[in-house]
């Protein structure tokens, strides 16, 4: 599962078109800075999880055409550009 790369600072997942959810322990990357989810067209929802990810600067959701929410509390990643 994704969320025992624990060390990992950079995930590109940029047009996987039938992604559709991101897993829960993707909130165990603690060390995450880059995060492209563009053009994942499919994509319906992130996790809760996603509010964990305190060393995140770049969150890309260009073009999520599916993404039905977008939790309050992706406000609290307080590090984004």
Known sequence: ?????????????RRCENLQ???KTIGRLTDLEIL???A???LVQL?????????LH????GACQSLQ????SVGSLVHLE
């Open 58 to 61: 770049v969150f890309d959701l």
């Open 36 to 38: 492209h989810l563009g």
């Open 21 to 23: 959810q991101i897993p």
């Open 47 to 55: 996790p809760a999880s996603i509010i964990a990810l305190r060393a």
């Open 1 to 13: 599962a994704i969320g025992f790369i624990t060390a990992l600072t950079s995930l590109n997942l």
């Open 69 to 72: 929410n977008l939790t309050e």
């Open 40 to 42: 994942c067209k499919s």
